[in-house]
Structures are given as C-alpha cells and as structure tokens.
C-alpha cells in the first residue's frame, strides 16, 4: 500500500543526497553485547527490537530522547508464515530462509518495509516482550502493521532532521524542529515507534500511559499520544519485559571460573 504521488517523488528524487547523508554511519561498528543466535531463536510475532544506531540520524534521537535505543523494529514472524507478496518475494530473492525472523520497520528513505533480522547481527540490541500480550492479540498487532507495509516517509521529517545540524540558538523559533511534537501526525507517520504504539493501542494494551485518580477515587488509565512514544518507552515500560541474552547464558552462574584476559585483581 503506498499513497506517494508525483510530486512526492519528484521530491524524494529532490532530496536523496541528504537522507543518503543523514543515513550514512557515524561511528564505527561495536563489538555486540548479546548472543544474537539465541535473539533470533527466542523471538516472537509482537516482540520489539531496539536497535542502538551508528548513523547521523541514531545520533539526532539520541539527543532529542536522551537514550541509547535509537530504533525500533516489530517482529512480524518467521518468512514462512506470512502470506506471499511481493515483500516476501523480495526477501527470498536475497537469499532470506523461510525459518528467519522477519522485522517490520519504518525507516527514512524506505517508509515502512519488511527486513529480516539478521541485518542487525552485529548491532547492539534488546528485545522487548509485552507481558501476558494473548497471541490472538499479538497477531492483531502484527496484522495492524503489516497493513501499513509500503506507507511512505514523511519528506518533512528530513528537514527536521537536517536542523539539528546547524546551531540551534541561530534559527528563528519557527524553524526549529518540531520532531516528536504531538501536532505534527504526518511527520510522525512512519517514526518507527509511533507506528508501533498505533498497533498496539489498535488492541488496547498499554506501554506508559498517564495514570489518575478518578473522582471516584478509582485509578484512571489516559492512553499517551502514540506519536510520543519513542523506542525508549518500551524498554522504560513496565508492562514490557526486557530479555537478555548474554554471551555466557547460564554459565554466568559459575563467573568464578571465567577467563579473563589478565589475572590481576581489584
């Protein structure tokens, strides 16, 4: 589903040397902090990855988020079990096995895509588990998202993006950006977490909403603005478990007998 028209691409064709700029890495690729092979095996339909980017833009939300987790992707399940398309057909055609788990993400240049998650073997992430989600709910999740699959980037967002590379107090007030704020829905359309959160409030599970005391004297539950909800939020969430997966695994239990590379003491 795509809703581009001729003048957004002429635009996009405009505009392609700065989201090739703003895409392009800024630091150099880390040593991973997670056993990536075990992610992949434990994955579920409706787990979020958060993805600690390395480009200009990671950089960008980094600031604007005061977080690490620049990044969020929706697991859609494994290649085989979604209906034929022509993303599918794509996926194959780059050699992506039908037991390989599938991200759906939004990104600037590319709108909302599929991408298998291997693409990300050597990043650091975390995965995010919504607690007690029942799996007919997790599969409406997914369905929700797969139905933006082909939704456009905003072409705004890119000089939003772009301002923060010049000195902020030098801009009149009125070009100051205006990321994340919640009057802006189409500029937020396809940030990666807004649509995520627009899935998940589509089956009315939480991830931090405002909490108040009714006149009754019963807590009430405010829905936060999805366009708000930021990759960070699911990692703060308290109704989104936080997994693990350490090199060692289990055998962190038995920390005394590891090899390290000096036998010095503190």
């Not at 993400?105 to 599929?114: C, I, S």
């Not at 308290?238 to 239990?253: E, L, M, N, T």
């Amino acid at each position: 589903m795509s809703d581009s028209s001729p003048q957004q691409d002429w635009r996009s064709r405009l505009l392609a040397p700065a989201v090739k700029w703003l895409g392009a890495d800024s630091r150099p690729l880390g040593m991973p902090r997670n056993d990536f092979a075990r992610l992949c095996e434990h994955l579920r339909p409706a787990d979020i990855v958060l993805v600690e980017g390395r480009t200009r833009i990671s950089g960008v939300i980094q600031s604007v988020t005061l977080s690490a987790w620049t990044h969020a992707a929706l697991c859609v399940g494994r290649l085989a079990d979604l209906e034929e398309s022509e993303a599918t057909r794509r996926l194959r055609a780059e050699g992506v096995t039908d037991a390989t788990s599938i991200l759906l993400e939004a990104e600037l240049g590319r709108g909302v895509h599929l991408s298998p998650v291997t693409r990300y073997a050597r990043e650091h992430l975390r995965l995010c588990r919504p607690r007690e989600l029942s799996a007919t709910d997790a599969q409406a999740v997914v369905a929700y998202a797969l139905a933006r699959l082909g939704t456009p980037y905003n072409l705004r967002q890119i000089g939003d993006l772009l301002r923060f590379f010049f000195p902020y107090g030098l801009l009149p007030r009125r070009w100051r950006s205006t990321l994340f704020e919640a009057g802006h829905s189409d500029m937020a359309r396809t940030i990666c977490s807004t649509l995520i959160a627009r899935g998940f409030a589509s089956v009315r599970y939480p991830i931090l909403p405002t909490i108040h005391r009714g006149a009754d004297g019963d807590m009430v539950f405010h829905r936060r603005d999805a366009r708000l909800i930021t990759p960070r939020d699911f990692d703060h969430s308290p109704y989104f478990d936080v997994i693990k997966y350490p090199f060692f695994g289990d055998d962190v239990a038995r920390y005394r007998e590891l090899e390290w590379d000096d036998d010095t003491r503190p």
